[in-house]
């Protein structure tokens, strides 16, 4: 059972943006760290590389996610295959971004190429991080139930909370 108001029939429930939101600020938060410490402990190769590399992991996931989140609520159906297929995308863009960068010859002068690679890994982690503990801590209902209306007694969802293990 959930204490939220019902949404009025034809109005979506909005609960992903904010789980996007507070992974975008991790991501952010991390890759700003991760930078500032590539630009104080190593220098300004590394600090661009994680920034870089930050920058184009949390790009990707922005994109994956507001393309998945539009898909289901256009079409649930599809919501799946419009993932997979997102997934896949990213991973070639992926691949043909760092392609781009290592044939431009920035990595190595411009870019630290393990400093790229941290600012991928901590944009991924804080990411992931972020959602989890956003979509943890959202109160999203599994189902909805149909309450009794105003004919149903008290004593009836009395029983029914006693039913539940309440005392």
Same mark, same amino acid.
């Given at each position: ?36 410490? /590539?630009? %104080?402990?190593?220098?300004? =190769?590394?600090?661009? $590389?994680? *920034? &870089?590399?930050? @920058?184009? #992991? ?60 941290? /600012?991928? %890994?901590?944009?991924?982690? =804080?990411?992931?991080? $972020?959602? *989890? &503990?956003?979509? @943890?801590? #959202? ?29």
């Amino acid at each position: 059972m959930t204490t939220t108001a019902r949404p009025a029939p034809g109005q979506p429930r909005v609960r992903t943006p904010r789980v996007l939101l507070v992974a975008a600020v991790c991501v952010v938060t991390a890759v700003v760290l991760t930078s500032v410490v /590539g630009f %104080v402990g190593v220098g300004s =190769a590394a600090g661009l $590389g994680a *920034l &870089v590399g930050g @920058a184009i #992991a949390a790009g990707f996931f922005l994109f994956g996610s507001v393309v998945v989140n539009a898909a289901t609520r256009i079409a649930p159906q599809a919501a799946l295959m419009m993932a997979l297929m997102t997934y896949t995308f990213q991973v070639t863009l992926v691949l043909l971004v760092f392609l781009a960068v290592s044939r431009s010859g920035a990595i190595g002068t411009t870019l630290s190429s393990g400093w790229l690679a941290g /600012g991928v %890994v901590a944009a991924t982690v =804080a990411w992931t991080v $972020g959602q *989890l &503990v956003a979509s @943890a801590r #959202a109160r999203i209902p599994v189902y909805d139930i149909e309450l009794p209306g105003p004919a149903g007694s008290s004593a009836e969802a009395s029983s029914r909370t006693r039913e539940v293990g309440a005392p």
